[in-house]
């Protein structure tokens, strides 16, 4: 059996290293840019098609709960009319923790696949679960996808009440805490929270 | 300004929602009552402008020592249902040190046998029942409410004059 296999990984490795005999090198060459310019570009594609907020509700998980639940957050609807979509938050921008992320969310299609969380009450038990994930990865990444948009060094305290400029003169600027570990909650219902640092 | 010109944003939004919805809030006459649309029925009124909430974080005074205090910040989007309670993540006993709030005053855990408990009673569970965030509104109604000190000023004053 395995030496079956042997010699069929053999056989191939013979023919990628003789010289084509049929195909010129502009051909192969020419012809290997233009592939490789339709798969990468398709990859790409398909990449920035899953990264829409269509995409993310086209599942009724995320459509009937958190998209819901997101709506009435001043992240969906605001006076300046700047609207926070799903991976704006929940996918890294930066190319190569994107494709990890996207890695990561192969788990979420076995959850469709098998439904995991099918039904509002199956959502409800998860809920948990589900928060901590966020939470876990805001915190490891200092919660990067906030600070995408809102920046630390652009911060006008002036602008801001009195307590939220405290907090973040004091808490945030020494780097003790970061953007999640006070904003949970702030685009989807909160679970219980028993026993969670700070509540 | 003068806190008895603040009127609680409940309080507000009730009276707006049963009141005309004229442009500017004053107050409604008598004779209009009973009419308070205050528009023909084919014809949809603009309503008031939204009012802004006070978020000034500065404790406002109790316009009588029972008043539950009111809130000086906005509590847009806070959750307080049976999975959660926003307001206790600062107003706790044990989060105070953290958020320099008040805290909620121990009768918050007291059920009405005045047993104490662990947890805020069920009963005080919802912040939002007494505590109100104000509005920066013009007074809808007149009130003529005089604070208990002020009646004992008043009464000193008289005995003085005698």
């Known amino acids: ?199 | 300004m003068n806190p008895l010109l603040r009127i609680s944003a409940a309080a507000l939004v009730s009276v707006t929602l049963t009141s005309s919805f004229n442009a500017t809030a004053e107050a409604i006459p008598a004779d209009k009552i009973a009419t308070l649309r205050e528009a023909p029925l084919n014809v949809e009124p603009t309503p008031p402008v939204m009012q802004k909430v006070i978020n000034s974080d500065v404790k406002e005074v109790r316009n009588y020592p029972m008043q539950p205090p009111v809130i000086p910040h906005k509590i847009d989007g806070y959750q307080v249902n049976l999975k959660v309670n926003k307001c206790m993540s600062c107003h706790a006993r044990t989060r105070t040190g953290d958020s320099q709030a008040p805290m909620v005053s121990v009768t918050h855990y007291m059920d009405r046998e005045n047993n104490f408990l662990a947890e805020l009673s069920p009963r005080r569970y919802f912040c939002t029942q007494c505590h109100v965030p104000q509005l920066d509104a013009k007074l809808l109604v007149p009130n003529d409410f005089v604070d208990m000190d002020t009646l004992i000023k008043a009464d000193i004053n008289k005995e003085a004059e005698h």
Request: net charge positive; hydrophobic share 35%.
């Open chain 1, 1 to 199: 059996m395995i030496a079956k296999l042997l010699a069929t990984l053999k056989k191939i490795w013979v023919v990628l290293r003789k010289p084509s005999v049929h195909y010129s090198l502009g051909f192969l060459t020419l012809g290997g840019f233009i592939a490789g310019v339709i798969f990468w570009g398709g990859f790409n594609t398909a990449l920035s098609v899953s990264n829409t907020e269509a995409f993310c509700i086209s599942c009724h998980e995320m459509e009937n709960n958190v998209y819901q639940e997101l709506q009435s957050t001043i992240h969906f609807t605001n006076r300046s009319g700047v609207r926070a979509t799903c991976p704006d938050c929940h996918v890294p921008h930066n190319w190569t923790d994107k494709i990890a992320r996207k890695m990561q969310a192969s788990k979420e299609v076995w959850g469709k696949v098998f439904g995991t969380i099918n039904t509002p009450e199956k959502f409800e038990a998860k809920r948990r679960e589900l928060a901590e994930h966020e939470w876990a990865r805001l915190k490891a990444n200092d919660s990067l996808e906030c600070r995408n948009c809102h920046n630390f060094d652009y911060m006008d305290f002036t602008r801001q009440s009195q307590r939220a400029a405290n907090m973040h003169s004091t808490s945030l600027a020494s780097g003790e805490k970061t953007c999640i570990d006070c904003h949970k909650g702030i685009a989807h219902q909160l679970p219980d929270m028993q026993g969670v640092e700070g509540w």
